[in-house]
């Protein structure tokens, strides 16, 4: 009996003790998901895309679609390349002078800058415009000030936009010209208010596509880069002593936890079975006084 009782015991043993292995460990790996989950939680909203009416910046190279042909066959591609860049700063104020020091020094232009939250909670955003040929070199270099929580590098081709833009101006200049050569013909009063409505039409039109044709212009090119800057102290690594604790901790809180429940749920099933037990019994003797 004694044999039996303790080889039933260390079975238990061994049940309880893969139990509370496995909440020992799952809390270790659950510690290192949720720290990792929460850090980038909070870089994933892009500031510039609720943005309205913020420059556009262009670029262009040469590229030719055929080996043999001739250099001065080759066609400029247009495109638009954009760097997104979410950074967390400890020391907000010295990193801000850091990267306007650096933007000047790689002759880029800051286009726009929205400064925004209370001290220990600030925020800088920054929309830069880099010389293409810079652009990877200042991409790399801004990446040192802070700690980089986010980034990326966009570029869309834009030459076919491109075409359409200066085929559109044409035909405007050319629609354009056709009415002013009416204009120099005679006709009614009615019909020369309507001719000038439409040619003022037409030159409001035309501004509007040399305006955006003007983003394209050699001395305009500008390769962007979004710089959004968030103040708060660097997180820094939790030992791996720590982690231990805090899993061992939690492990012995819910194992216990586990125990009660279990206890209580036994307990509850063995009255549950005495109260059956004693129905029977009674049944059974009012059975036999019945009979």
């Known amino acids: 009996m004694k044999t039996n009782f303790k080889a039933r015991f260390w079975k238990l043993s061994k049940w309880f003790g893969a139990l509370f292995l ?111 040929a810079l652009f990877d070199s200042f991409y790399v270099d801004i990446q040192k000030t802070g700690v980089v929580r986010a980034s990326q590098i966009t570029k869309v081709d834009k030459t076919n936009e491109y075409k359409q833009l200066n085929a559109k101006k044409a035909s405007l200049e050319k629609t354009l010209k056709s009415l002013l050569e009416l204009k120099s013909r005679a006709g009614a009063i009615t019909d020369f208010v309507s001719l000038h409505d439409k040619i003022l039409e037409i030159e409001e039109k035309l501004q509007e596509s040399g305006v955006e044709l003007g983003n394209f212009d050699a001395e305009n090119e500008f390769c962007t880069v979004k710089l959004s800057v968030y103040e708060g102290a660097t997180q820094k690594n939790i030992p791996f002593i720590h982690r231990l604790k805090v899993a061992f901790e939690w492990s012995i809180k819910y194992f216990a936890i586990i125990i009660l429940i279990l206890l209580g749920v036994s307990s509850a099933i063995f009255v549950l079975l005495l109260i059956v037990d004693k129905l029977n019994i009674l049944r059974a003797i009012s059975t036999k006084i019945n009979e």
């Open 22 to 132: 496995l909440l020992f460990v799952f809390r270790l790996i659950y510690g290192y998901v949720a720290t990792d989950t929460g850090t980038g939680s909070d870089y994933t909203s892009d500031f510039f895309s609720s943005l309205e009416n913020v420059r556009k910046n262009y670029a262009s190279e040469k590229f030719s679609n055929n080996l043999q042909m001739q250099p001065s066959m080759e066609s400029n591609q247009k495109f638009e390349k954009t760097a997104s860049i979410k950074t967390k700063s400890s020391e907000f104020e010295k990193d801000e002078k850091t990267i306007k020091a650096k933007t000047k020094a790689y002759n880029a232009v800051i286009q726009y800058e929205q400064n925004q939250g209370q001290k220990g909670y600030r925020q800088i955003h920054l929309l830069i415009g880099v010389a293409p």
